[in-house]
């Protein structure tokens, strides 16, 4: 696992993701989705280059369920935007690390 993505659960979102003083990309991902494991090393990436810009965190669904369907997630990946607290935008699938960037931007 990337030391640029933080895993976290029910316990430490409020404190990550919602009181996060920069946008944070919550991943919505599970060990057995092809796709996750695709899009994981683009997030290791931008979670690198830009981390003055944004937080990039982690959420397994399989072990943090209430989470997922607090935030309505039926597919995974799913990417969700918080800025100040709230959602601002979601991803579902992969995307392009230049899409991702562009996202970041315009949010952070």
Known sequence: MSTNVIPVG????????IKADKLVIVDFWAEWCGPCKMIAPLLDEVARELPDKVKIVKVNVDEEQQLAQQ?????IPTLLFFKGGTVREQVVGTTAKKVLIEKINSHA
Do not use: M, P, S
């Open 71 to 75: 935030y309505g997630i039926y597919n």
């Open 10 to 17: 029910a316990l430490d979102f409020e404190r990550e993701v």
